[in-house]
């Protein structure tokens, strides 16, 4: 039971960080009702900025570790979130109108364009940086010497992601740009008859995916100590996964999903091979999507006639 709950904190932890990925993903689907396939390289975009703005603030002599870390977050979610802002520009707004694999077609050049710029860059080789938050807590040790070990970066990683999603949650049900989000959402003629801005809309849509997708990166750096330029494309595919297997369109369905699939991965890699991880992750996405073709939490469409 020790090792299962050791686990099971593993699990919450990187499915945390998938889910936040996620729901940058899902609203811009639920928006525009296109994939974003750069969103992936927008969370390692994250991670790199959040790297480079720490070494910097370290080097400029700043040792106050939260104050650092609130700089570094806010440094990486702007400058990222200009990211997503230019790929709305540059890769969805000319081709919104076009047929629909277009804008499909663009943000994977757009995906591409970033790795390649992050390995031109940055380099290829892996990115080390030395551990931020250390320390934690034993919840358990049993007879056989095996210790629950949480630790205080994980607490971080968790409170995180339940703080951002309680204001995100907030943000599209009480306020104006929520309103909007969902306007746009139903009928995108219909809400800019009525007032709404659809391309500011649209715009701030990317803008607050992007930022999440920085939170993300930060924190992927903070609990992995490292970064790459190709970790978007693998951590994209994985949130991406979630946000289809919870619901896509839905935003408590791609943090289920996003906890669901850090969950199957860390288990599978406990209990059975570490290979075949994400055959195990996959295998159960279609087995859900045989039985439950919208998600765990996903509405079927309706079509307006």
């Known amino acids: 039971m020790d090792y299962f709950a050791q686990q099971l904190i593993n699990g919450l932890v990187l499915g945390s960080i998938y889910g936040l990925i996620a729901i940058g993903y899902t609203m811009v689907y639920g928006i525009v009702g296109m994939i974003n396939f750069a969103h992936g390289d927008i969370f390692m975009i994250g991670g790199f900025i959040a790297m480079i703005s720490f070494l910097v603030l370290v080097s ?117 740009l929520g309103r909007d989000m969902r306007a746009c959402e139903q009928d995108q003629t219909m809400a800019s008859l009525l007032g709404v801005d659809v391309d500011r809309t649209i715009s701030m849509t990317f803008v607050i995916g992007a930022a999440l997708a920085a939170v993300a990166g930060m924190m992927y750096l903070l609990y992995y100590g490292l970064v790459d330029f190709f970790m978007g494309f693998v951590a994209g595919i994985k949130a991406f996964t979630a946000a289809v297997l919870g619901g896509i369109g839905s935003l408590p369905g791609a943090m289920l999903g996003g906890l669901a699939i850090g969950l199957i991965e860390t288990f599978w890699s406990a209990y059975f091979s570490v290979e075949y991880k994400d055959v195990a992750a996959f295998s159960i996405l279609i087995v859900v999507l045989i039985f439950m073709p919208t998600g765990l939490l996903g509405r079927p469409e309706v079509e307006k006639v």
């Open 60 to 176: 400029l002599g700043l040792t106050a570790i939260p104050l650092i870390l609130l700089i570094v977050l806010l440094v990486s979610m702007v400058i990222t979130a200009l990211y997503g802002w230019t790929i709305e520009r540059i890769a969805y707004r000319p081709l919104r109108h076009s047929f629909r694999l277009a804008p499909m077609l663009s943000a994977i050049g757009m995906s591409f364009v970033l790795t390649n710029f992050s390995q031109v860059s940055q380099g290829a080789r892996v990115k080390p940086v030395p551990p931020i938050i250390t320390g934690g807590y034993t919840l358990h040790e049993g007879p056989e010497g095996f210790a629950v070990q949480l630790s205080n970066i994980q607490i971080v990683v968790v409170l995180a992601t339940i703080v951002l999603l309680a204001v995100f949650t907030w943000l599209v049900s009480r306020t104006r």
